[in-house]
């Protein structure tokens, strides 16, 4: 069966430090990956989305960087944090087919100080 | 522009009685629809979707959904609440016939109460 890990599940940072949040899906392969950023318990907003190796689709010109250096790997990044870089982060991940749903990781509380 | 709409923040309901949770959404074609659920601190899982044939589909912890073409809505409902179902809710569509990237248009959510 598949499953999507992403760690650390909380993380405390001061402004200027850099970041590195870092998810993994296991029992597929050639998932659609996804980031997204959830403020304050409200609603999601994609951050990267990749389709394979290599490829990242940037939703919101930010202070954030995506990466896909394996298959089943996806890591989000910044050099320098910002206040308003606080927030739950989530990785997803789903097949190559529209009708199919997402599947979430357990998120990251990102609190930068 | 594709988007979802789910126009209450919150709904509050008693144990036991029915309850629905609104959804609309403008995406072109004919998009698959989905509904999630996240418990506090926890990512979203998925409760049910709606691809094609009959409008009422039905998920897990007893929900279901009835999708409307003509009103372009996918409500969810359960027939008798739970104390345990309150969470966060979310709606989301998926464009049909996109075959690459399934870029999936969430709606903001909407927090669900149970009262016992």
């Known amino acids: 069966s598949q499953t999507i890990h992403q760690w650390p599940a909380t993380l405390v940072q001061p402004v200027g430090s850099p970041l590195s949040l870092e998810c993994t899906v296991e029992g597929t392969s050639n998932p659609n990956l996804y980031w997204y950023r959830q403020a304050a318990g409200r609603g999601l907003q994609l951050l990267f989305y990749s389709v394979g190796i290599g490829q990242i689709s940037s939703e919101v010109p930010q202070n954030l960087s995506a990466s896909r250096p394996q298959d089943r790997q996806f890591i989000l990044s910044s050099k320098k944090l910002l206040l308003s870089d606080s927030g739950f982060y989530l990785c997803?991940?789903?097949?190559?087919?529209?009708?199919?749903?997402?599947?979430f990781g357990q998120g990251t509380r990102l609190t930068v100080v | 522009a594709q988007s979802v709409a789910q126009p209450e923040d919150q709904v509050n309901v008693a144990e036991g009685n029915p309850l629905t949770v609104k959804c609309t959404y403008s995406v072109s074609g004919n998009p698959y629809l989905f509904w999630y659920v996240q418990y506090p601190n926890r990512g979203l899982q998925f409760l049910l979707k709606y691809i094609t044939g009959d409008n009422l589909v039905k998920g897990s912890y007893g929900f279901e959904a009835e999708f409307n073409k003509s009103q372009t809505s996918f409500h969810l409902k359960k027939p008798s609440a739970l104390v345990s179902d309150s969470a966060l809710y979310f709606c989301a569509a998926v464009r049909g016939g996109y075959s690459s990237a399934s870029k999936i248009i969430f709606g903001s959510g909407t927090r669900l109460s149970i009262r016992p």
């Open positions: 997803a991940w789903s097949v190559h087919r529209p009708n199919t749903e997402a599947f």
